[in-house]
């Protein structure tokens, strides 16, 4: 299990992906213990290995801030989470063997809400007896609706009926306030907006996600509606649904929504200090890696998706574990910081990075697709994004003031996205495409990073409970029994700490 935006200072041996962590096996447990120090915000769980996402397994997670620091906006009336995402009638399995056969997945065929499918708001779109989400409401109240997008691969639409979205929050930052009559959520992404329940009671609304970017006539079955009822409300839900954006072959007006996330700079975060007290502008950039996605290709004979020419093959044993123990072959530390004219092949490359350095990752995505970039362990600052190809000019058009922190980005097919990032965490920490197609198919890398002046002591030890594999089979201890899921949670002044248990009954590799 994987925590995107949950950044595990120090402690990347429970980040669970297959770079940091030996995979859990069917009818074994595996707790992971770690803190969400100097956090607060919307973030979500997932499954890491083998595509079992698009599965289910996934929730949310929510870090408020303690009590003496002040939110930037009145205290809504509650919390409303959103599990959106597409969905395949294929289960995770047979959508592997799809893209291993050398085909994209296609079309979707639906999308969910809250893991329920659409209200039938249309009876020859929507089949009758499909369950779907209601969220019950009051008027005249104000709810804080956390937003993520869950699915497979598709950019998705959100808007509510008749109600404006007022955008206060992504993935763990406080943004500056504005109102949205619909947002577009892309794949691994979170938001937080302020919903008020202002509308008259004669009928329910309906709370729409659906796909963007592509050809909405032939997609319009990829379609998730849920409800919202006031307590009050006089009937159901009729007629059409609230138009979706208008500019799906007009990228160009698409992008200015994402340009105009600023941070709320005078905002306190998890401690009392300003976001914008660290003034990133101003720091010299010590390196530059300027990464490039392409559609899949063959490479030695199966499909394949790169990133700066580069396939990754996940190593048989953990980075960390493999340093640690000293094995050698187990990757390689010559991941290009920019792409080479050369034919694709698949490594184990990863990102040599410095400590406490602070470097600019041009994200250029030259693939026929929407993608999102995440990286674990960390929260950077989307600086610039544009069509075309990146060019050192482009840094004249940076935002060196108020842009947005955050772990997932989105990057325009055919254009780029700028980010900054100050590598003060030690560990290794996985770079990738959050599209589940791409990111199987081989588009990440890791981020190593450790502190040369105190031989590695900055980064935390294995935890007792560290799974072996590869290399490193023979140092495995009997695992303990299977149990349920647990969380327990403690309040220890200045941080929470989390023990989750993950008990892997379902999935098999």
Not at 52 to 73: E, K, L, V, Y
Not at 480 to 494: D, I, P, V
């Amino acid at each position: 299990m994987t925590w995107p935006g949950i950044q595990m200072r120090r402690n990347s041996w429970q980040d669970g992906v297959l770079g940091t962590n030996c995979p859990i096996h069917p009818k074994k447990n595996f707790t992971y213990r770690f803190q969400v120090k100097d956090q607060i915000g919307s973030f979500f769980y997932f499954p890491s290995l083998n595509f079992q996402r698009a599965s289910g397994g996934f929730g949310p997670i929510i870090i408020n801030n303690r009590n003496i620091i002040a939110i930037p906006f009145a205290h809504p009336d509650a919390d409303i989470v959103l599990l959106v995402g597409d969905w395949y009638t294929k289960n995770h399995t047979a959508l592997r063997t799809t893209l291993e056969s050398g085909e994209e997945l296609g079309m979707p065929d639906g999308v969910l809400i809250n893991g329920k499918g659409p209200y039938r708001y249309n009876s020859t779109l929507v089949p009758d007896g499909i369950e779907y989400e209601i969220i019950n409401v009051d008027p005249g109240k104000t709810y804080r609706f956390r937003v993520h997008n869950v699915g497979t691969s598709t950019s998705l639409n959100f808007r509510i009926e008749g109600h404006n979205l007022l955008l206060v929050e992504t993935e763990g930052f406080y943004t500056t306030q504005q109102n949205f009559t619909s947002f577009d959520i892309h794949v691994g992404q979170s938001y937080s907006f302020l919903v008020t329940m202002d509308q008259n009671a004669t009928k329910d609304y309906y709370i729409v996600a659906s796909a963007r970017f592509v050809n909405e006539t032939v997609w319009e079955r990829v379609t998730g509606v849920a409800i919202l009822h006031y307590s009050n409300s006089k009937g159901p839900a009729s007629g059409p649904l609230p138009v979706a954006p208008s500019d799906i072959y007009n990228q160009w007006s698409a992008m200015n929504q994402p340009r105009a996330i600023r941070q709320n700079t005078t905002a306190s975060g998890a401690r009392p200090n300003p976001q914008g007290s660290f003034h990133y502008g101003s720091i010299n950039v010590t390196d530059t890696y300027v990464i490039q996605s392409l559609p899949p290709v063959r490479i030695d004979g199966k499909f394949r998706a790169t990133l700066n020419g580069i396939s990754f093959v996940n190593p048989d044993t953990p980075i960390g574990l493999a340093d640690l123990h000293k094995v050698k072959g187990a990757y390689k530390l010559d991941f290009p910081n920019k792409p080479h004219d050369r034919t694709p092949h698949m490594d184990r490359s990863v990102i040599n990075a410095t400590y406490k350095g602070f470097i600019e990752i041009i994200l250029q995505n030259n693939d026929t697709k929407m993608q999102s970039f995440h990286m674990d362990g960390y929260a950077f600052f989307v600086v610039g994004m544009d069509f075309g190809v990146w060019s050192e000019n482009s840094r004249n058009n940076y935002n060196k003031w108020d842009a947005i922190s955050r772990s997932t980005t989105e990057v325009y097919p055919g254009g780029w996205t700028a980010v900054l990032l100050s590598l003060d965490n030690v560990g290794v920490w996985n770079l990738r495409v959050e599209n589940l197609d791409r990111w199987y198919l081989g588009q990440e890398t890791y981020m190593r990073i450790i502190n040369p002046e105190e031989n590695g002591k900055t980064e935390m030890v294995p935890p007792d409970n560290v799974i072996y594999c590869g290399a490193l089979q023979s140092l495995q201890k009997e695992s303990q029994s299977s149990s349920a899921m647990a969380l327990h949670c403690g309040n220890f002044k200045l941080f929470l700490t989390l023990a989750i248990t993950i008990l892997a009954l379902y999935f098999h590799f």
